[in-house]
């Protein structure tokens, strides 16, 4: 019976997904069509600028117009091979760039073989290139190009948040792990797709499936090509062998995008390893233990950025210290307890950033949370933030006291965010895993999807990092940071310092976020 429900219902499904695929051709142009021309540009307008500054700038030249003209020339091809081994690199393909990590390595990459060029083609035209010149460039050619690939990823994420440049696809699997992947889809819009519908077992979609049913396994082809969609996401569990092999050789002969799930979560893509067996597809799981070492090797590098920081810190931290006793009335560091490592309290210290009565005005604001579920709170533009606390938000300069956390090991760079006590109390069992690790300032959550409304991705993050912690992982996170926190001042800057800032619902009623 629940069959023939879903059968007779099929027409009107496939129409209204074929509804939301015609809207999304008709809003916004294909993703990689759209977006791949302007990142090309904005990489070139980098690999221009950065050299041409460099060599300009650091050289003493005969004349102004000698100096102009062999700085265009270094900058110019330095460009043209910068481009040509990104291009090479597939840094253009969203497949590789989409993936942090992969692009920071791939950078390096690109900023050594254009630092090359510039240096053979600065040699011949008389350029004087000494080792340590040669060395910052190189270092600033690649800031400059994490700088404004952080950019472009924040704008991408925030547009594709608001629904633009989205790739319509369709799950095939109608089973369990097909309804996680929904999930993840639906609640990561920045991720770039949208869900048009599912294809699988009806029995399975017509239990309270939350995308519309387009159709079994052996119309999935027709069912693809009727809704207009050329890619797919594959529950790899919802099908047999014999029919996934079937399934998946159908849909690439006729030119499908697939993309197959590995059936696990919350694992690594780095403890992956491809070992065929008997010549069919296999992975390695490597064990995920992080040797004495590596904690050893996360605590001088804690140690050594708090201290080679804190001159500049200190001088940051007075000035702003200075702003807020002459902007509001109160005190100026603001304290709180936090849940540590082992489930230890601890105090954790900000700049204060909004009014001092801002707990009597909770109960007005509580009705305007913008989180979806969980015991976060979120309110992009809070009253209750003073002038001077926008400005620190928006540069994350209110967070710089607990650098003294890091310095005395209740906190670390990198971790999840230490809740509250009262937060702790809606943890489950395995989010109290989240404990076995120290807190950190910032955290994969936080350059993920900081903005993401949902209590479900700021878990699924938290236990990411937890299950696969490495100092590998923490560098890659602190650049991301880096990137971040120089996007959000320039966005929160231009806004008048109403950068978003997700906080607790918890602090919240404390009076200060």
């Known amino acids: 019976m629940t069959v023939d429900v879903v059968d007779t219902t099929m027409g009107a499904t496939t129409a209204l997904a074929a509804g939301i695929a015609e809207q999304a051709d008709v809003r916004r142009p294909k993703p990689e069509r759209a977006l791949r021309p302007l990142l090309v540009f904005l990489d070139a307008a980098t690999l221009?600028?950065?050299?041409?500054?460099?060599?300009?700038?650091?050289?003493?030249?005969?004349?102004?117009?000698?100096?102009?003209?062999?700085?265009?020339t270094v900058a110019a091809c330095a460009t043209v091979a910068g481009i040509a081994t990104a291009a090479l690199s597939r840094l253009y393909r969203a497949r590789v760039c989409s993936v942090r990590t992969v692009e920071v390595g791939l950078l390096v990459r690109v900023t050594v073989v254009s630092a090359v060029v510039a240096g053979l083609v600065g040699s011949s035209v008389g350029v004087g290139w000494s080792t340590d010149f040669f060395i910052v460039s190189m270092i600033w050619l690649f800031m400059l190009l994490n700088v404004e690939r952080g950019m472009f990823a924040y704008w991408v994420r925030s547009s594709r948040g608001r629904g633009r440049f989205a790739r319509p696809i369709v799950i095939v699997g109608a089973n369990d792990e097909g309804r996680e992947l929904y999930h993840l889809l639906a609640t990561e819009p920045e991720l770039g797709y949208q869900v048009v519908g599912v294809i699988g077992d009806p029995a399975d979609a017509a239990v309270d499936w939350p995308a519309p049913w387009l159709g079994d396994g052996a119309s999935a082809v027709d069912a693809l090509r009727a809704n207009g969609v050329t890619g797919c996401v594959m529950a790899v569990s919802a099908f047999t062998m014999v029919e996934r092999t079937a399934l998946l050789n159908d849909l690439l002969d006729n030119d499908i995008h697939v993309q197959v799930s590995s059936?696990?979560?919350?694992?690594?893509?780095?403890?992956?390893?491809a070992v065929p067996l008997g010549r069919e597809p296999a992975f390695y799981l490597e064990r995920n233990d992080p040797s004495p070492w590596q904690r050893i090797i996360k605590r001088m590098l804690d140690l050594s950025i708090v201290i080679a920081c804190a001159p500049v810190m200190?001088?940051?931290?007075?000035?702003?210290?200075?702003?807020?006793k002459l902007d509001s009335r109160g005190s100026i560091i603001y304290r709180q307890t936090r849940i540590g490592r082992g489930g230890r309290p601890f105090t954790m210290y900000k700049l204060r950033t909004m009014v001092t009565a801002a707990d009597q005005q909770l109960a007005e604001l509580a009705q305007q949370n913008e989180r979806t579920d969980g015991?976060?709170?979120?309110?992009e533009s809070d009253p209750r933030v003073t002038r001077v606390g926008r400005l620190l938000r928006a540069t994350s300069i209110d967070e710089l006291p607990q650098l003294w956390c890091v310095l005395v090991g209740t906190m670390s760079l990198v971790g999840p965010r230490p809740p509250l006590a009262e937060e702790v109390a809606h943890f489950d069992t395995e989010l109290r895993t989240r404990f076995d690790v120290t807190p950190g300032i910032t955290g994969l959550w936080q350059v993920e999807a900081r903005d993401n409304p949902s209590f479900r991705v700021y878990r699924r993050y938290d236990l990411f990092y937890v299950e696969n912690w490495s100092v590998r992982l923490d560098f890659a996170i602190l650049i991301r940071t880096f990137e971040s926190v120089v996007t959000r001042a320039f966005v929160g800057l231009r806004r008048g310092g109403d950068a978003e800032e997700p906080t607790d619902v918890v602090a919240a009623a404390t009076g200060e976020l």
């Open 48 to 72: 221009f600028g950065g050299w041409f500054t460099a060599v300009f700038v650091a050289h003493r030249w005969p004349t102004p117009l000698w100096a102009g003209a062999s700085s265009l």
């Open 263 to 273: 059936g696990i979560a919350r694992v690594d893509h780095h403890r992956l390893r």
């Open 314 to 324: 200190l001088l940051v931290v007075s000035v702003a210290a200075i702003a807020i």
């Open 375 to 379: 015991p976060l709170f979120k309110l």
